[in-house]
């Protein structure tokens, strides 16, 4: 996944984004001020192969993690398998074919 960025706004107490793959830190953002100063903006992060987003915030004065998060976006890189799918509908007309084999063969015996 490509993590673009999100709009994050609130009063500055040194908030941040961290971007991690497989359980480890890659990339890091830009802090906002500490000094809980109102702010609002769009971090522009274009972030190639992230798994997990984590938005970190400090501590002023006993007040922390006073934000909005909006706008998060992201791209997927992930190629969806076709061959699965047709293989699951595969399966699915087989049972069905199954499944009015053995009804037509009811019907009969009935007869």
């Not at 915030?57 to 061959?83: A, I, R």
């Not at 047709?86 to 699915?92: K, N």
């Amino acid at each position: 996944m490509t993590f673009t960025g999100a709009w994050l706004a609130g009063y500055s107490f040194d908030q941040y984004f961290l971007g991690y793959l497989n359980g480890v830190q890659i990339f890091e953002s830009a802090h906002t001020a500490n000094d809980g100063s109102p702010f609002g903006t769009f971090f522009n992060l274009n972030w190639v192969g992230v798994d997990e987003i984590r938005v970190e915030g400090g501590d002023f004065g006993g007040f922390h993690d006073y934000y909005v998060l909006d706008d998060l976006t992201y791209q997927s890189t992930s190629v969806p398998e076709y061959g699965n799918s047709a293989i699951l509908l595969g399966l699915g007309f087989v049972g069905l074919m199954a499944i009015r084999r053995l009804s037509r063969k009811a019907t009969s015996a009935a007869s």
